[in-house]
């Protein structure tokens, strides 16, 4: 028997408190199905008539075995879409039909490069224009929330709030915010600096109270340790030197260097070593010393930054982990040759060194939360597909399957291997959910 309904699970998690963003990504998606279904039907009737016309041109050739049926004819042609098959698909007519490349080139023009991506445009704008759409409404409403909430607080013949009703309403609206964060939201709300919010300028509030406030502290050296009551004067007079040094671009530079010296022996001992991870005792010399260099660069930076300013930066935090984690795999040696893989991710500070690559990896690592119901969304397609694939395939894909198929790709391989039949057509099967999951995946990607 078989089991679909088990495919349906991931819909349980559409009804989750905490996933409003899934549902809220699936109503976008049926609210923008009408124009979608209008192109898929436009791209499924141009696979048709291109099918049609390869089944009828192509079909009379003995030894073609891509348009022997209008099914086959119709299943090539759409992989051919992917060009997935190409040029495969096409060598077979090029000796009997001089002209059949024109035929296989207007379809890659039409399908290929017009319509897939009139389609791609079709999708993007329409789901882009529902977004608009319900983001304008949405202002829309807040705006007339806050118009009634100002008419509920302040008197009519004042016509402007006061701190003590913002505050008030803050109680209700942001229990969370403290009374700094309240006075800081009323201050910038406040732009004409009367000490009171008109209208006009409280329709801004959804805009700044979901701010973030930190206090700076002026000075670039206050509050670091060495400032304290009580520091010897020479642990301070040190603190300060190594401070001024750590934060001077020289230094950076030197950083850097150091950076590119470590991938230049990296590609050395990859280009040059046949076992990366049993390292030989000079390459084992060399990382110790760049270990060493990067330890010590810590620890200036500790020392001089102070652990507070210090642990404020992120990337402070990446080179504290990637250098712990070093230390580790070099103490513990064989018994954690893994951490060796640990070594290339010092690398990633070069990219630190410049604004341009430290903007886009901050705009990745924003983006990814931000991801995370979408890719959710991709993970239940991909389950309820696997579970279909498993139901269907499992055990059906065995090792002997292929020996006596006649298929290209196959006898390829069995070629490439000496002649011997140890294909690896079998590994691909739907076993089990992991394998199924893979297979599916690469079957979105058009690269079984």
Partial sequence: HFRFLRALRPLLLFDAYY????????RDIFYSLIPIVDMLVLVFFFLTIFALFGYLLFSSMPDDQYFQSFKSSFVQMFVLMTTSNHPDIMTVQYDHKSWSPIFFDVF??????????????????????HEKSKFKKLHLHKRASLIKAFSLIVKEQDGVMKYEQFQTLMKYFKPRMNQLEALCCFKVLDKS??????????????LFCDMRWAHIRKGREQGR??????CPVILSKCGKVVGRIVEHNYFKFLVAFVLVLNLTALLFQAIYTTDPVGQSARFDSVDNLFLALYSLELALKVFGLGPTQFFRDFWNWFDTAIVILSLIGRIADDSLASFVFFRPLRLIRLFALR???RDILFTMWVVMPRMGHMLMLLANIYYFFAIIGMEVFAGRITKG???NETDT???YLTSYYNGEKTGRYHNINFDNILRSYRETFGIVHISQ
Avoid: P
Avoid at 116 to 126: E, I, P
């Fill in 225 to 230: 340790w060495y400032d304290m009551a009580g």
């Fill in 355 to 357: 604004k341009r690559y």
């Fill in 108 to 129: 890659l023009l039409i399908g290929l490069y017009l319509l897939l991506n009139l389609f791609l445009a079709v999708v993007y704008g329409t789901f882009g224009d």
């Fill in 409 to 411: 790709y196959y006898n």
């Fill in 19 to 26: 996933l409003s963003g899934l549902r809220r990504i699936m």
């Fill in 193 to 206: 600096g009367s000490g009171a919010v008109r209208l006009h300028e409280f329709l801004d509030l959804f």
């Fill in 401 to 403: 399957v292929f020996e």
